[in-house]
């Protein structure tokens, strides 16, 4: 029964879930941790630094977008899923402002 509910779906969302993950880990050293030399010219950095964060918010919004196509599977009341997505977007705004003290308090 289990997999009836979940339909071919959930394959499809694994594969974009891992391939999320494994998109932003590839792209997020290079975006803080720099590969290039010190003397680059100036329009090699900014395709660099162009390059690598559009690819992290790609893989990042191709995560979400698998995480959150999954909480209509864990429920069927409307209200819980309602009730999961509601606390879903408040521990991210929580997070989001902890991240934004924590870098004010140390930049």
Not at 71 to 89: I, Q
Request: positive net charge; aromatic residues 14%; proline residues 5%.
């Amino acid at each position: 029964m289990e997999k009836e509910h979940h339909g071919k779906n959930l394959k499809l969302i694994l594969y974009r879930y891992i391939g999320g993950i494994i998109v932003v880990t590839i792209s997020f050293l290079p975006i803080f941790l720099p590969l290039l030399p010190e003397d680059e010219s100036d329009s090699i950095k900014i395709v660099y630094f162009v390059f690598f964060p559009s690819i992290f918010n790609i893989g990042w919004a191709s995560t979400q977008i698998a995480h959150m196509s999954l909480v209509p599977s864990l429920t069927c009341s409307r209200k819980r899923r309602d009730m999961l997505n509601g606390r879903r977007n408040t521990f991210t705004f929580v997070a989001n402002l902890l991240v934004l003290g924590l870098a004010l308090f140390f930049f």
